[in-house]
């Protein structure tokens, strides 16, 4: 678990920021749910796995955690490092109780406050947000998304140095996951095995994918890759700071025809290309357009978004068409270029990295080669 004065640095990060942007408070929300977790545990340490929580920052004042049980009261001591945790009470009109609750933080603020919402595009309802702007209508309720997206991008010392611990657990989950295969077992064996690993080192919130069809955002089947498959093994995780890592490599079972070989070898390009891309100075939408002119060049297609930054859960910035967020030293960027030859018969393949910006470009957290890994 991190210390309190990595947090405390985190904290003046933000007050930094909200007054730069002359906020009266910071509302940082939280689900229990990959990519919408992030912003309230690198805060605060803590997210329900289940339920909704805010953080209320106010300038020079260290973040209220508002919950909605006693449980997550307790849970959020353990986990987290905050103090003052208070449990949210429903009222008529306010169901969640956060409305109540806001006003009384904001009781001693400027008259006409204004406060920054993070999460306001995809993690606060509607709803919630109507019951804030009712219970302080005077307020000026904005989003302050991308003040938290800032903060975070940049990693600290202690940031990478749990990345890679986490990114070598990923690597002998992997192992574990190709040993499976190689033995005859089955993808969904294979995803247990890696995800049994992860789960034993601790890992919290896991993603496994073992797949032979060309989208492979499916749970894994109970049987074995059939001779001649082309398989793509993804796997994801963090660890009980948030730190979120991927990898992904292919797996063919037994010899590849022309058509799977095509695939694969210019995911390898592309995903090469991508990495040269990664240096300071150059934008997301560079390493976007690295991974498109090969997909194009190849006569194939690609069947999902390239990838994005990552740190506590996911970060900045997107790697995606026209993204001028300039790569940064102590940046860190997950890659999952998804080929896919999308004839009559369809083929895809994906490969992903997680590497860190330095000034000498982009290094990967993983010790696996890229190659193709043979079982058969």
Known sequence: MLDRL??????????????????????????GVIAQNGFLIWLTGYCPVIRPAYAVLLP??????LVTTPSDVWLARRQGI???????????GDAMGSATA???????SAAHPRIGIVGLEDIVPAAELLRWQT??????????????WGAKAIKSPRDLAGM??????????????VATLA??????EAAGAAEGHLRGAGAVEILVYVSSFPHFLHRPETTPPSPGNLVTAFVEASDTDGYWVELARLISAGPLDARRRHVAEHSLTAMQCAEDSLRPGQTGGAAYEAIARTIAAAGLTSGLWYGHGVGVDHDLPVIGRGNDTVLEPGMVIALHPHIVDAGDDPVGACLGDTFVISEGGATPLSAHPRDIVAIG
């Open 164 to 177: 890679r611990a986490m990114a070598a657990h990923l690597d002998t989950a992997f192992s574990a996951l």
């Open 60 to 65: 020079g004042r260290d973040p209220v955690l």
């Open 135 to 148: 219970a302080i209508p005077d307020a000026n309720f904005i989003s302050a998304t991308e003040l938290m």
């Open 183 to 188: 033995e005859g077992g089955t993808q969904a």
């Open 82 to 92: 905050t103090d003052d945790i208070r449990v949210l009470a429903p009222a008529e």
């Open 6 to 31: 990595e947090y405390r640095t985190r904290r003046d990060r933000l007050h930094a920021a909200m007054a730069a942007a002359g906020l009266d408070a910071l509302v940082v929300g939280g689900r």
């Open 102 to 108: 806001l006003r009384t933080l904001l009781a001693d």
